[in-house]
């Protein structure tokens, strides 16, 4: 299972922060990805960031500039910062683990989403 | 930047052959996935590597991708099958979804 966790509502300018707490498996796994992926209301999916445990990164290039994930194996967590919010950033953050097994690419598991608004 | 191209909507019957296309430049020489996503709910993974099915997804469910199309078929849809449905696939290390499709049962 993954579980989101952080504000829901931050002020335009300041820091986003979200944490997924994984239970049931290890963040520390050969074969795991851990990634953050966001939907704009009412809009598509957009991918974010991945980490492995070993603390390789992989930006989309859109958001790299603003982005930070970073992995914690002792807590079996993984965490999302985006600075410089703006209200384009509302969105519900998933994280997600993208699996490699049989070196086939995918994310497979998702956790419930958390919505995170960005207004004053 | 990689993209992918879907139909915003697609119509079916109870019971008929729903198919849901992804457009990319060479798309065939990537792996594609996609995922179904409920009103309110998180995005399910449904068909990865182009025809693999997760454990618990019904058979109904397939998919393909040669040239620049990926399709996802869907066998004798049902109205549970009523959501909107995401194709994916990796530049290099970047994630790309599509735009999505709703699929309407009527």
């Known amino acids: 299972q993954l579980q989101e966790s952080g504000p829901g509502l931050v002020k335009p300018s300041e820091t986003l922060s979200l944490t997924c707490t994984v239970s049931?498996?290890?963040?520390?796994?050969?074969?795991?990805?851990w990634a953050w992926i966001r939907q704009p209301p009412g809009k598509g999916l957009e991918w974010i960031a991945t980490?492995?445990?070993?603390?390789?990164?992989y930006y989309n290039p859109s958001l790299k500039s603003r982005v930070t994930i970073s992995i914690d194996t002792s807590k079996n967590q993984f965490s999302l910062k985006l600075t410089s919010a703006t209200a384009a950033d509302t969105a519900v953050y998933y994280c997600a683990r993208r699996n490699i097994n049989d070196s086939a690419s995918r994310f497979d598991y998702w956790g419930q989403g958390t919505l995170v608004t960005v207004s004053s | 930047s990689y993209e992918l191209t879907q139909p915003p909507s697609v119509s079916v019957s109870p019971g008929q052959t729903a198919s849901v296309t992804c457009s990319g430049d060479?798309?065939?020489?990537?792996?594609t996935s996609w995922y179904q996503q409920r009103p309110g709910q998180s995005p399910l993974l449904i068909i990865y590597h182009d025809t693999k099915r997760p454990s618990g997804i019904p058979e109904r469910f397939s998919g393909s991708n040669s040239g620049n199309t990926a399709t996802l078929t869907i066998g004798g849809t049902q109205l549970m099958d009523e959501a909107d449905y995401y194709c994916?696939?990796?530049?290099?290390?970047?994630?790309?979804f599509g735009g999505g499709t709703k699929l309407t049962v009527l």
């Open positions: 980490i492995y445990y070993s603390g390789s990164t």
């Open positions: 994916q696939a990796w530049d290099s290390s970047t994630a790309i």
């Open positions: 060479n798309l065939g020489k990537k792996f």
């Open positions: 049931g498996g290890s963040v520390s796994g050969d074969n795991y990805y």
